[in-house]
């Protein structure tokens, strides 16, 4: 990744937002996501990575923070099964020039 305007200050966070599951009740992801996506939204990272998250909740980040790219992977096919460690970026401030696991 290359920073576009060669800007050194980040802003850099991480979340482990679990992953998705009816198990959690009150706490299910359906309840969670608009807080997760309020913080990101507040804090403003230049780059954050999530923990723990699914195919549908990768989906649901990344429609709610359009301004953001992501890479990553599901650590079962390496494509969209199980869970991510995804790292996101600001796309107006970052190009991705290579990737890879």
């Not at 009816?22 to 706490?27: C, E, K, L, R, Y």
């Not at 990768?58 to 953001?68: E, G, H, N, R, V």
């Not at 650590?75 to 890879?100: C, V």
């Amino acid at each position: 990744m290359i920073s576009k305007g060669g800007a050194t200050a980040l802003r850099v966070m991480t979340y482990n937002i679990r992953y998705d599951t009816t198990a959690d009740g009150p706490n299910q992801w359906r309840y969670r996501k608009a807080k997760v996506v309020q913080l990101i939204k507040d804090r403003t990272p230049d780059l954050f990575g999530v923990q723990e998250a699914l195919a549908g909740q990768m989906m649901d980040l990344q429609t709610a923070l359009p301004t953001y790219r992501h890479y990553g992977v599901g650590r079962d096919d390496g494509k969209t099964k199980g869970e991510y460690s995804a790292i996101f970026y600001r796309a107006d401030r970052f190009d991705l020039l290579k990737s890879g696991t």
